[in-house]
């Protein structure tokens, strides 16, 4: 497997960002760790290992960008206006700085797919809907989708109220944004065995708006044995990608 380690400085936050590329061709998948996790953390964890065949075939070619979680969203010193903020600053650098490097690199001219689990599950789902013309395929695992997990009440904070799926989908009325939606792939995926609680809640909740919109997805509800851990994840990721690819999406 073609592996590169490597960085580039993000004008949007003002530092360098580091990222590991896997692969040698194929549709690009953006991961975004999870809570506290680097751009080493999907290989550290065994993922690119559990969906190495995808990517040796040419299939998908994996990106694993950093992220500033802990200076948005997990800055406990911040109030939630201020989280958001930061974040919209990664939102900056992800779109206007990182996928277009995706993009020229991979000789890749059509939109990518987003991933990660947990925290990283929250991006996923986040960023897919906000840049549909980016994102058309989501594979979210045991994320959470309100932005309330992180802040507690907003009190109707723009900045954060734009970053909350959970909130910002029900009043989703664009048909830009809604055609898009209805012609992407999303695939959200919960266990329901330990420390999975308030993510099948989010999960549930999430599902509702969907049916709401009319946006097709497919919600995964996997068995009371499955825990919020990387060793579901790493069975989920490739059972997710080999549908895919069987129904001609990837």
Known sequence: MKFERRSHYSGSLGREMYFNVYGH??????????????????????????????????????????SVDSESWFSTNKNAHDMAYFHNLYDSY????????????????GKLIATGCSMGGFHTINFALRHPDIFDTAIALSGVYDARFFTGE?????????NS???????????????????????ICVGQGAWEEPH?????????????????AWFDYWGSDVDHDWPWWKIQMPYFLRTLEEQGKL
């Open 25 to 66: 061709a194929g549709k690009p998948i953006i991961v975004f760790p999870s809570s506290g996790g680097s751009h080493n953390e999907y290989g550290d964890f065994g993922m690119i290992e559990s969906i190495r065949e995808f990517i040796d075939r040419g299939v998908v070619k994996v990106y694993t960008p950093d």
């Open 94 to 109: 992800i779109v206007h700085e990182f996928v277009p490097l995706v993009r020229h690199e991979s000789n890749w001219g």
């Open 154 to 162: 907003y009190y109707g904070d723009q900045e954060v109220y734009h």
């Open 165 to 187: 799926p959970i909130d910002y989908l029900w009043n989703k009325n664009d048909a830009w944004f809604l055609d898009q939606y209805r012609n992407s792939n999303f695939i």
């Open 200 to 216: 099948i809640s989010d999960t549930r909740r999430l599902q509702e708006a969907f049916a709401a919109k009319g946006i097709p």
